[in-house]
């Protein structure tokens, strides 16, 4: 077997892979994936998310912005108090160092980069008459395997 043909049949195999965590991770980035301020997340995308980070399809801890605080109380009878990154993402990217925002976008198109590079693998590699099937098939391998195990998982 060929170096080519080798890395077309491992880039079949893990695409389906690399695809979920190049997009679950640009959700991440912007933490589209936790409640803060007013904002609360789709429970597809936290579910989405979950498995990026977890390894597990469920609803994580940042669903509902009140129950999101699992920190320390301010005392022992009452309400939770906000933990400092908490109140650093209820505010948004105000206060944010330019630094940040701009490694944010760099890593945002890097992935960006990665889904739609991975996208143009998979399709060229469909391309090749000869390998089209054995192609398809680690395609297919690739996305049923971790689509079973995270049901399994749930």
């Known amino acids: 077997m060929s170096l080519r043909a080798l890395h077309t049949y491992l880039g079949m195999l893990i695409a389906p892979t690399v ?14 994936h936790e409640a803060h301020g007013g904002y609360t997340p789709p429970p597809l995308i936290e579910k989405l998310s979950s498995v990026h980070k977890d390894q597990v399809f469920r609803l994580g801890g940042h669903h509902d912005a009140s129950t999101a ?10 309400p939770p108090a906000p933990k400092a990154e908490d109140a ?29 590079s991975t996208l143009l693998g998979v399709w ?19 996305a049923l395997v971790p689509a079973v195990l995270i049901a399994l998982s749930a």
């Open 124 to 142: 060229m590699g469909l391309q090749q008459p000869l390998r089209r099937r054995t192609c398809a098939i680690l395609l297919l391998i690739g």
């Open 88 to 116: 650093a993402k209820s505010e948004g990217h105000k206060g944010t160092k330019p630094a940040v925002l701009m490694l944010k976008a760099v890593f945002a198109a890097v992935a960006v980069a990665l889904f739609v």
């Open 19 to 32: 695809l979920f965590l190049a997009f679950t991770g640009l959700l991440q980035i912007y933490s589209l």
């Open 69 to 78: 605080r699992s920190g320390p109380r301010a005392s022992p009878t009452g």
